[in-house]
């Protein structure tokens, strides 16, 4: 017999996860409103299974790089996740918003896109744009070092 489901109300849960409300708010919400205890990858696995959207953006324009584990939360590459969520539609919270406009117009005024070296230890910097540079980022010439997702092998 399957495991009882700790989801108490499968629309209102769908509700909070379209709404953009982070799995931690929701294990906040169901140990406070339900005393039920549940975890973020419960949450994540719930929306994966309803067909949900997830929630990071995907976008391989803005970070076309297999980024290494290390280099997973700096700066730069926080702020291209907003911008690729600002891209697709997604209301960013005041603050992150205010925080990507002011990051984006510095690198405007300053002539710089993000370059992204994983062999190094800060991994990502910002250098001077070229004409190569049609966006925010620097897109390797090296084919190994982009992602794969959502890519086809080429024979």
């Avoid at 409300?21 to 339900?34: A, F, H, M, P, T």
């Avoid at 700096?74 to 539609?89: D, I, Q, S, T």
């Avoid at 919270?93 to 190094?120: H, I, N």
């Avoid at 230890?121 to 982009?146: C, I, K, N, Q, W």
């Amino acid at each position: 017999m399957p495991a009882k489901s700790k989801v108490q109300n499968e629309q209102e849960a769908i509700r909070w996860i379209t709404e953009g409300k982070s799995y931690e708010w929701i294990v906040e919400q169901y140990r406070e409103k339900y005393k039920i205890e549940t975890t973020t990858s419960m949450w994540a696995t719930f929306r994966h299974r309803k067909g949900l959207d997830r929630l990071i953006t995907r976008d391989d324009s803005l970070i076309p790089w297999k980024v290494e584990r290390q280099h997973r939360w700096k700066y730069p590459l926080v702020m291209l996740r907003f911008e690729a969520r600002r891209r697709e539609g997604h209301e960013l919270k005041p603050r992150d918003a205010s925080r990507l406009e002011s990051w984006k117009r510095m690198l405007e005024e300053e002539g710089l896109v993000v370059y992204y070296d994983p062999e190094t230890e800060d991994g990502f910097f910002l250098v001077p744009r070229e004409e190569t540079d049609d966006d925010l980022v620097r897109v390797p010439t090296d084919r190994s070092a982009l992602r794969n997702i959502g890519r086809e092998t080429e024979d």
